[in-house]
C-alpha cells in the first residue's frame, strides 16, 4: 500500500522494478560524468577514472534496457526512485561542486555499496523467484562496479599522477583557505592594534578598553568576510568558494583582534590592572606576528626571518601610532 503517494518495495511489478534500476544506472552515470568534468581541469588522472565509472553505468543501462524491450518493450513506467519507499537517494548534484576529488572517490563507493546492499536486501524480502534473481543480478553488477572502480584507479592513478594531484590539491586548500585565513589574521592582529591601544592609554580603564577592541575585532571580521566573498567569486581565479573564503578570511580577523583584546578583561579593581593587561596584550601580540610570520614560510615560501621582519615592522608601527594617538 502507498504512504504518503510512495509504493512499498512489495507493491512493485518486476516490469517496475527493472524500470527503477535503469533509472537508477542513468542518474549514477549522470553524477560520475559531473565528477569527471569538475576534475578535468586540475585531477586529470582522476576525471578519467570517473569518466569511465560513468561509461560503465551507461553500458550497463543499456544491457537493462535491452533486457526491458525484450520482456515488456520500449516505454518505461514513469516511476522515480523517490517515488519508492526506503529507495536509495542520493545527494543532489549541486552539494558536490565543491568535493575534491579523494571526497569524490569515496562518495562514489558509497553509491555502489548502498546500490548494491539495497539489492540485496531487496532480495530477501520477496517471494517472487523471477524478482528475488532480478535483484540478486542488479547487487552483483553493483559490486561489479566497485572492483572496476578499483581496477580504473590502479589503471590511472600512476605515481606521476598522484603527485600532481597531491600538489593541485595543496595549492587549491592554499587559495582557499590559507590565503584568506592569513589576510584575516594580519588584518586583525595589525590594525586593531591602533584603536585598542589608543582607547588604552586613553582611558587607562581596561573593561573600555576590552569594548573597544571588541568592537574593532567584530566589525573588521564582518567587513573582511564580506570584502573577500565579493571581491573574487573564484570562477576565473579558481580559487574556490566566494563565501567559504569569506567566512574564513572573517573568523580569523575577528580572531586575530580578539587575542590581544581579552588581556583587557582582567578586572580594573586588580592592583596595576591597566599595566598588568598592557604587558599581556604586548605579549600575545608578539606571539601573533610570529604565528603570522611561521604561516607564510610554511605556505608561501617567504624566508621565515623576512617575514618576521616585515610583520614587526608593520605592527609596530600600528602600535606606536595607537600608543602616540591615545596620549595625546
Same mark, same amino acid.
Given at each position: 500500500?502507498?504512504?504518503?503517494?510512495?509504493?512499498?518495495?512489495?507493491?512493485?511489478?518486476?516490469?517496475?522494478?527493472?524500470?527503477?534500476?535503469?533509472?537508477?544506472?542513468?542518474?549514477?552515470?549522470?553524477?560520475?560524468?559531473?565528477?569527471?568534468?569538475?576534475?578535468?581541469?586540475?585531477?586529470?588522472?582522476?576525471?578519467?577514472?570517473?569518466?569511465?565509472?560513468?561509461?560503465?553505468?551507461?553500458?550497463?543501462?543499456?544491457?537493462? &534496457?535491452?533486457?526491458?524491450?525484450?520482456?515488456?518493450?520500449?516505454?518505461?513506467?514513469?516511476?522515480?526512485?523517490?517515488?519508492?519507499?526506503? &529507495?536509495?537517494?542520493?545527494?543532489?548534484?549541486?552539494?558536490?561542486?565543491?568535493?575534491?576529488?579523494?571526497?569524490?572517490?569515496?562518495?562514489?563507493?558509497?553509491?555502489?555499496?548502498?546500490?548494491?546492499?539495497?539489492?540485496?536486501?531487496?532480495?530477501?524480502?520477496?517471494?517472487?523467484?523471477?524478482?528475488?534473481?532480478?535483484?540478486?543480478?542488479?547487487?552483483?553488477?553493483?559490486?561489479?562496479?566497485?572492483?572496476?572502480?578499483?581496477?580504473?584507479?590502479?589503471?590511472?592513478?600512476?605515481?606521476?599522477?598522484?603527485?600532481?594531484?597531491?600538489?593541485?590539491?595543496?595549492?587549491?586548500?592554499?587559495?582557499?583557505?590559507?590565503?584568506?585565513?592569513?589576510?584575516?589574521?594580519?588584518?586583525?592582529?595589525?590594525?586593531?592594534?591602533?584603536?585598542?591601544?589608543?582607547?588604552?592609554?586613553?582611558?587607562?580603564?581596561?573593561?573600555?578598553? &576590552?569594548?573597544?577592541?571588541?568592537?574593532?575585532?567584530?566589525?573588521?571580521?564582518?567587513?573582511?568576510?564580506?570584502?573577500?566573498?565579493?571581491?573574487?567569486?573564484?570562477?576565473?581565479?579558481?580559487?574556490?568558494?566566494?563565501?567559504?573564503?569569506?567566512?574564513?578570511?572573517?573568523?580569523?580577523?575577528?580572531?586575530?583582534?580578539?587575542?590581544?583584546?581579552?588581556?583587557?578583561?582582567?578586572?580594573?579593581?586588580?592592583?596595576?590592572?591597566?599595566?598588568?593587561?598592557?604587558?599581556?596584550?604586548?605579549?600575545?601580540?608578539?606571539?601573533?606576528?610570529?604565528?603570522?610570520?611561521?604561516?607564510?614560510?610554511?605556505?608561501?615560501?617567504?624566508?621565515?626571518?623576512?617575514?618576521?621582519?616585515?610583520?614587526?615592522?608593520?605592527?609596530?608601527?600600528?602600535?606606536?601610532?595607537?600608543?602616540?594617538?591615545?596620549?595625546?
Amino acid at each position: 500500500m502507498a504512504i504518503f503517494g510512495q509504493k512499498a518495495l512489495s507493491d512493485l511489478t518486476e516490469r517496475e522494478v527493472l524500470a527503477l534500476a535503469i533509472v537508477n544506472e542513468e542518474e549514477d552515470s549522470r553524477i560520475y560524468q559531473l565528477f569527471s568534468e569538475k576534475c578535468e581541469a586540475e585531477f586529470p588522472a582522476s576525471a578519467k577514472i570517473f569518466a569511465d565509472m560513468a561509461e560503465e553505468e551507461r553500458e550497463h543501462r543499456a544491457s537493462l &534496457f535491452d533486457l526491458f524491450r525484450v520482456r515488456f518493450g520500449e516505454h518505461l513506467p514513469p516511476i522515480r526512485r523517490e517515488d519508492v519507499r526506503g &529507495f536509495i537517494t542520493r545527494r543532489p548534484v549541486w552539494w558536490t561542486k565543491n568535493l575534491g576529488p579523494e571526497r569524490m572517490r569515496e562518495e562514489a563507493a558509497i553509491m555502489e555499496m548502498q546500490a548494491a546492499n539495497f539489492y540485496e536486501k531487496a532480495a530477501t524480502q520477496t517471494l517472487d523467484t523471477r524478482i528475488r534473481e532480478l535483484f540478486l543480478h542488479l547487487a552483483e553488477i553493483e559490486r561489479g562496479h566497485r572492483k572496476k572502480a578499483d581496477t580504473l584507479a590502479e589503471a590511472h592513478m600512476t605515481d606521476t599522477a598522484r603527485s600532481e594531484e597531491d600538489a593541485a590539491r595543496h595549492r587549491q586548500f592554499v587559495l582557499t583557505y590559507v590565503q584568506p585565513g592569513l589576510a584575516g589574521l594580519i588584518d586583525g592582529s595589525v590594525s586593531t592594534l591602533a584603536p585598542l591601544f589608543a582607547a588604552a592609554f586613553a582611558t587607562q580603564n581596561n573593561w573600555y578598553t &576590552f569594548l573597544v577592541g571588541l568592537a574593532a575585532s567584530v566589525g573588521a571580521g564582518i567587513s573582511m568576510g564580506i570584502t573577500e566573498a565579493m571581491s573574487d567569486d573564484g570562477i576565473i581565479s579558481g580559487r574556490g568558494s566566494p563565501w567559504l573564503r569569506g567566512v574564513v578570511c572573517g573568523l580569523m580577523t575577528t580572531l586575530g583582534g580578539v587575542g590581544h583584546t581579552l588581556p583587557y578583561l582582567v578586572p580594573d579593581s586588580m592592583p596595576n590592572a591597566f599595566h598588568l593587561a598592557t604587558g599581556i596584550a604586548g605579549a600575545i601580540v608578539a606571539i601573533e606576528l610570529i604565528v603570522i610570520a611561521w604561516i607564510r614560510t610554511k605556505y608561501m615560501d617567504t624566508p621565515f626571518l623576512r617575514s618576521v621582519f616585515q610583520v614587526i615592522v608593520g605592527g609596530a608601527l600600528v602600535l606606536l601610532a595607537g600608543i602616540y594617538i591615545g596620549s595625546h
